[in-house]
């Protein structure tokens, strides 16, 4: 499975930015269907932002509810995640994963990783 994320860049606090991330590879596996964003700030541990498993079930850091929403398109095997008041504690760089234990958010429990793309907020 290769996981590629697009859409990160700079934007000013209470901006928007959308992220996707384009699956390939082996994706016909139903736990392909649990899915994550994951982020790591400089000099910090990696830390999940969001996951989407079955049937829609989502969960969400309690740092970015109500701001950041996360959506799969399965037929394009494409996880997406959208950002919206964004604040310069959510620059990082932002890491999909997929093939995981939904709901975690523990890293740990993702087996395939993107390369990620960085997201920058200025104050």
């Known amino acids: 499975v290769q996981l590629v994320e697009s859409g990160g860049g700079s934007v000013q606090a209470g901006g928007s930015l959308r992220l996707s991330c384009a699956a390939s590879?082996?994706?016909?596996?139903?736990?392909?269907?649990?899915m994550g964003w994951f982020r790591q700030a400089p000099g910090k541990e990696r830390e999940g932002v969001a996951v989407?498993?079955?049937?829609?079930?989502?969960r969400y850091a309690d740092s970015v509810k109500g701001r950041f929403t996360i959506s799969q398109d399965s037929a394009k095997n494409t996880l997406y995640l959208q950002m919206n008041s964004l604040k310069p504690e959510d620059t990082a760089m932002y890491y999909c994963?997929?093939?995981?234990?939904?709901?975690?958010?523990?890293?740990?429990?993702?087996?395939?990783w993107g390369q990620g793309t960085q997201v920058t907020v200025s104050s």
């Open positions: 590879g082996d994706t016909y596996s139903s736990s392909m269907y649990c």
């Open positions: 989407s498993g079955s049937y829609g079930r989502t």
């Open positions: 994963a997929a093939r995981g234990w939904c709901p975690s958010l523990r890293p740990a429990d993702f087996r395939y």
